[in-house]
């Protein structure tokens, strides 16, 4: 009953805004965290940040902080990372996944496919 699906993934030039979606199981809303991370090749995986159903949020690579903004819209089911700023090194796959609670100590429990994010001029 868990499934996570994500899109919005683009080529861009470094400096530029993109927002990336991931829809939500309604089982997957109710009972876990959704957090974002990124896997880059040769790069080890890294979280980024958090969402919670009380709409706490919590940044898992407080590199980004202030970049990258985490929202989600239960209705629609769908939970958004805009990123602002986008440089070369944040070129990834990025995936959005479930956690049982926020935190960089917390395993990615199950996880969507990925959207391909490109940043180059």
């Known amino acids: 009953q868990v499934e996570l699906a994500e899109s919005g993934g683009a080529v861009l030039q470094p400096g530029g805004s993109l927002r990336l979606s991931c829809a939500v199981s309604?089982?997957?809303?109710?009972?876990?965290?959704i957090a974002w991370f990124r896997q880059a090749p040769e790069k080890q995986r890294e979280g980024i940040i958090c969402?919670?159903?009380?709409?706490?949020?919590?940044y898992l690579w407080e590199t980004e902080k202030g970049r990258f903004t985490i929202s989600r819209d239960d209705r629609a089911k769908t939970v958004y990372l805009q990123m602002n700023n986008l440089k070369p090194e944040d070129t990834a796959v990025y995936h959005c996944?479930?956690?049982?609670?926020?935190?960089?100590?917390?395993?990615?429990?199950?996880w969507g496919q990925g959207t391909q994010v490109t940043v180059s001029s």
């Open positions: 309604r089982f997957a809303l109710d009972n876990y965290a």
């Open positions: 969402i919670e159903g009380n709409l706490w949020t919590r």
């Open positions: 996944a479930t956690q049982n609670e926020c935190g960089d100590d917390q395993p990615f429990l199950s």
